[in-house]
């Protein structure tokens, strides 16, 4: 069974996006991933398909309907349905990549893009969504957040990268940011690649990368070198 994704949002024409491109969207020709991108306004039941409304208590913007999106969620998640159920959220957990990880093992998910001030509070918790964010930045609807996460999640699926060993030395697999790369040529712009990287000696190349990805995470993610990182 391949990796299924379902998408609710007011945008299905942003899907599915870059995804369509390079590596992921080789793989979505291939079906080793799908991708369903429902539009939350179908399920409106009012004359004028309305999918929002104003906030109660006042305030500014307006308010994704509980009652339109459970029923859209209803549809696209039915009972049986095990994939996870995310809420693009700024409010929600940072998504991390051990999050990342444990979603390309499941088998799918079920992803909701909210717009305007947000999302009416008795569909999360009614559905039982669980709020991710991609960072502390405000964006102006879920779905960007929602191409983000499912292009990491997605080039960790079976067979997507060509080469599995490039997957698990990237930044954040060991805790840390990855340390730098250089090709030839060996002098460009008076700079030179490092000595040791050009010695053939592989001990010797993995003690310097391993350094200098240390001295990098130190640097800018001291949260990280802490193990203060926030983890789902
Ligand atoms: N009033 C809300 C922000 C709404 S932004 C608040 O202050 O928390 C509109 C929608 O964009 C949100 O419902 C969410 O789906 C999406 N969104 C905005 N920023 C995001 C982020 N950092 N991560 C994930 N989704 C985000």
Redesign the pocket.
Known sequence: MSFRASVLTLYPQMFPGHLEQSLSGRALERGDWSLEAVQIRDFAHDRHSSVDDTPAGGGA?MV?KADVLAKAIDHVSPPGDNRPRL??????KPLTQAKVRSLAEGEGVVL????????DQRAIEGRALEE???????????EP?ALVLLDAVIRLLPGVMGNDQSGLSESFEDGLLEYPHYTRPQIWEDRAIPEVLLSGNHKKIDAWRRAESEKLTAERRPDLVSGKKTQL
């Open positions: 913007g994704l809420l693009l959220s700024p409010r929600g909701v893009c909210g717009r305007f001030e947000g999302v991710v964010s991609i960072g502390d930045y405000i964006l102006s609807g879920g957040a």
